[in-house]
């Protein structure tokens, strides 16, 4: 199914789970919607944190149709949206048309569907996929770079691989620079100040065996944690595994 | 002689002229000061034409000393400054103390004199050094990507190279990416929109021989071409080929 069909049959209601794995070889993308008012900060931030916040595309004065996906309507084009209210999270939503502001700058931001689509083609298996689960996301303590009023710590995702396939996996995501490119942390998560395994901030857990390695990527839901310190009025993103699909080939990002 | 100390004799006024060639293997950098309120624009814009406006670091809130220079202060270490009111250039002052406002916002911006150092260090002469001169810059008709009110042509700078040379040339400069990396342009001024090659827009005309070919790259002067139409209110920008000078080597940008 082509991308703008599958744009179609969210906007329709028809598809409102996770999008993994829905759009073969295209680039998904996390999504930040702020007033524009914050947008220098935010713009700045991902600048300086662009291993988890790679941006992709901006979006100015209210548009709404990404320039990468034809037809596109950002305010109804992803599955579930997570509304942000001096940061608390308020509010989970199928379509944003009526919190829509003419002052609102969209971010669209590399997510890691890129590189797991990369690494299922070298033939290694992911196993959430597998088991239909969204990515586990953990808030480390790692500090972001801060920038005006965006300031805290970077959200991680995880995914656990067999030890003989970490360094083909390695390889495989720093292929990718502008999709989170290489992991950040491999093996230890209390090195990176995670707790508890088994009760990930965002998705789902997921069991890591005897013979496998926990690896840990930067994750374009650290805003969302941000956010929490920024308290922005209002702040619109994606629910986490719930992303805007382009027509933008993965391979387009390959270094 | 150390960049702080090139910096001191510059704030002292000891040092008025361009900066070519006096700080050996420091990177130099390209100076825009704007008020807050353009500084998204700015920044976007930026991200926009990465080409021509490379963004080595931003400080926000009025603040002056650069984190890659240490005890550096911008409104005083660059030797000569241009002015902007609505876009017009009223005044080109030696510090700007007295324009300084809380809210501007700092780009530093990457130069062309960091891969000019490593054609010299390969063995290549580079003509306008050789003779003293400020590089020849011109307004193209290669229109930049637009953002907010930032819109209008590129600014490419000129050397001529000796035909055998030219190759080489190219893969030096390709070699420095957050440096305007390779040229935008090989061999004829007229398929980039400029006429007269005696009229340099900035810096100075130099002769091209006839077993040279002029080679043109995206220059960090755009911003000001750009800023003619942009009009804020105030804008600081240096006067070019007199860089901000800092702390960090050229080979630290090599790709």
Known sequence: MDASKIRERIRNGEHQGTTSGIAGDKVQA?????????????LLFAMRN????????????????????KGSDIRTDVPKYNIYRYGDLIE?????????QDDFVTFLIGCSFTFEQAIMDSGIDIKHIREGRN???YKTD??????????????????PFKK???????????????MHGGPVHVGNPGE????????????DAIDIAEDEVPVFWACGVTPQNVALNAKP???ITHLPGHMFITDINNEEYKA
Chains 1, 2 share one sequence.
Do not use: C
């Open 30 to 42: 996390n999504l930040v919607v702020l007033p524009r008012k914050y947008a220098f900060d935010f």
């Open 50 to 69: 662009k291993k988890a916040v790679p941006i992709l595309e901006v979006l100015e004065d209210g548009r709404y149709e990404s320039l990468h996906a």
């Open 92 to 100: 989970t939503v199928d379509e944003v048309k009526s919190y829509w």
């Open 135 to 137: 990515v586990a996301m």
């Open 142 to 159: 790692i500090p972001a770079e801060p920038a005006g009023a965006f300031h805290g710590r970077a959200v991680v995702s995880m995914r």
């Open 164 to 178: 003989e396939h970490v360094d083909d996996v390695i390889a495989i995501t720093e292929q990718f620079p502008d």
């Open 192 to 203: 990176i100040g995670i707790a508890n395994m088994e009760d990930p901030d965002y998705g």
């Open 233 to 235: 009025d209002i702040m």
